[in-house]
C-alpha cells in the first residue's frame, strides 16, 4: 500500500541543515550506519549532499526543528 504516493523532501538539503545547528542531535552508530546504506543507494540520491554533511558532523535533525 502507498499512503503517500508524492512525498517531497522538505529542508532536507545542507542549508537547512546547517542553518538548525542549535537543533543538531548526536547519532547513534545504528543511525550512521543507516546513512551509510542510504548513501550508497541510487535511491537516495536527491539526498546525497545533506547525508554526506550529517556523516560529516555527526549530527541528525528533526524536521520538526523548522515548525517552531
Known amino acids: 500500500m502507498n499512503i503517500i504516493p508524492e512525498l517531497k ?6 542549508e537547512a541543515f546547517n542553518s538548525k545547528k542549535d537543533c543538531w542531535k548526536e547519532m547513534s552508530e545504528d543511525y550512521i550506519l543507516k546513512l551509510i546504506e542510504m548513501r550508497n543507494s541510487e535511491k537516495y540520491r536527491i539526498f546525497y549532499d545533506v547525508i554526506d554533511e550529517m556523516l560529516k558532523n555527526g549530527c541528525r535533525l528533526e524536521q520538526e526543528a523548522f515548525i517552531y
Open 9 to 14: 523532501q522538505y529542508k532536507m538539503d545542507t
